[in-house]
């Protein structure tokens, strides 16, 4: 089993930055890949960024894409979402997730796009005001 533990959500006006940090534990951050997921009110969730630590393989929801960067680091089963040029319609609570055993670039937006886990953490909350 993987737990995982999501922080880093803030308040912060448009055009500011945050990072969100996934903590991870139980298996090494090798055997699966992470998906950033976000939700806001009256909207379904969507997959951000799923990134696999093992190949580097990444994929960005379009809207996100040349802001936000997933990285990992693996010593310290970590990965991060740094979140540049937020946008209002970035709010939402944002929760990272496992998946086991998923590789490669065409796998990580399969992951996303589809929901694809194993395993949930709670979410926290990013709200970004205009």
């Known amino acids: 089993e993987v737990q995982l533990q999501a922080s880093g959500g803030g308040l912060v006006q448009a055009g500011g930055s945050l990072r969100l940090s996934c903590a991870t534990s139980g298996r090494p951050l090798d055997d699966y890949a992470i998906g950033w997921f976000r939700q806001a009110p009256g909207k379904e969730r969507e997959g951000v960024s799923c990134?696999?630590?093992?190949?580097?393989?990444?994929y960005y929801l379009d809207s996100v894409k040349g802001r936000f960067t997933v990285s990992s680091d693996k010593a310290k089963n970590m990965v991060y979402l740094q979140m540049n040029n937020l946008k209002p319609e970035d709010t939402a609570v944002y929760y990272c997730?496992?998946?086991?055993?998923?590789?490669?670039?065409?796998?990580?937006?399969?992951?996303?796009?589809?929901?694809?886990?194993?395993?949930w953490g709670q979410g926290t909350q990013v709200t970004v005001s205009s």
């Open positions: 990134h696999s630590s093992s190949d580097g393989s990444a």
């Open positions: 997730a496992a998946s086991l055993g998923l590789v490669g670039t065409q796998t990580m937006g399969i992951m996303c796009r589809n929901t694809i886990t194993d395993f």
